[in-house]
T-cell receptor, first 116, second 116 residues
Framework: AQKVTQAQTEISVVEKEDVTLDCVYE???????LFWYKQPPSGELVFLIRRNSFDEQNEISGRYSWNFQKSTSSFNFTITASQVVDSAVYFCALKEGSTNAGKSTFGDGTTLTVKP | GAVVSQHPSWVICKSGTSVKIECRSLDFQATTMFWYRQFPKQSLMLMATSNEGSKATYEQGVEKDKFLINHASLTLSTLTVTSAHPEDSSFYICSAAGQALRTEAFFGQGTRLTVV
């Protein structure tokens, strides 16, 4: 069975600080996909990144970066120089299999508050 | 990315009535659609998976007679909450995946249902 653990329920930082959101996953599949989503108060899920199980290369997109380590089953997300607009709930998700029929399992989410 | 439109974005209904939520893929054919429910300050929980032209597969604990899912075409799936009660009040989100979009399912904007 799949499981995604986001141990940090809430994080509060001051603007311009760096912050890392942790994500640890469990799966028996050898092929899987990991995602991060941002959910602002409006509720819509905003897609941030997708990473497949065969690609451990870390990725940077502007102030966002992701560290994928299969050895520790972790897919952590770092926001550099945080801004108030980054305040939201962030979800890590795991999608099984190599077909589009694989369902996604979400972590419980981390509520990030960035204070001015 | 592909666009998924969910309608309505919010709805208030009286207890005992039924509510239909639509999920449309606007620029791709969605062979599989997923329906999630999210209670306040909680994660997304998969309710059911529907494949075009076949019966939906419900997750354990989800009443299929209460949450009717229809996926009659490659661009439309509907979720009908029958005989709604206040405990059905929640945020419902759909996602859609197509044969050509093997790695990712795209999310609708969500529907906030309030049963009074």
């Amino acid at each position: 069975a799949q499981k995604v653990t986001q141990a940090q329920t809430e994080i509060s930082v001051v603007e311009k600080e760096d912050v890392t959101l942790d994500c640890v996953y469990e799966t028996r599949d050898t092929t899987y996909y990991l995602f991060w989503y941002k959910q602002p108060p409006s509720g819509e899920l905003v897609f941030l990144i997708r990473r497949n199980s065969f690609d451990e290369q870390n990725e940077i997109s502007g102030r966002y970066s992701w560290n994928f380590q299969k050895s520790t089953s972790s897919f952590n997300f770092t926001i550099t120089a945080s801004q108030v607009v980054d305040s939201a709930v962030y979800f890590c998700a795991l999608k099984e299999g190599s077909t589009n029929a694989g369902k996604s399992t979400f972590g419980d989410g981390t509520t990030l508050t960035v204070k001015p | 990315g592909a666009v998924v439109s969910q309608h309505p974005s919010w709805v208030i209904c009286k207890s005992g009535t039924s509510v239909k939520i639509e999920c449309r893929s606007l620029d791709f054919q969605a062979t599989t659609m997923f329906w999630y429910r999210q209670f306040p300050k909680q994660s997304l929980m998969l309710m059911a998976t529907s494949n075009e032209g076949s019966k939906a597969t419900y997750e354990q604990g989800v009443e299929k007679d209460k949450f009717l899912i229809n996926h009659a075409s490659l661009t439309l799936s509907t979720l009908t909450v029958t005989s709604a009660h206040p405990e059905d009040s929640s945020f419902y989100i759909c996602s859609a995946a197509g044969q050509a979009l093997r790695t990712e399912a795209f999310f609708g904007q969500g529907t906030r249902l309030t049963v009074v």
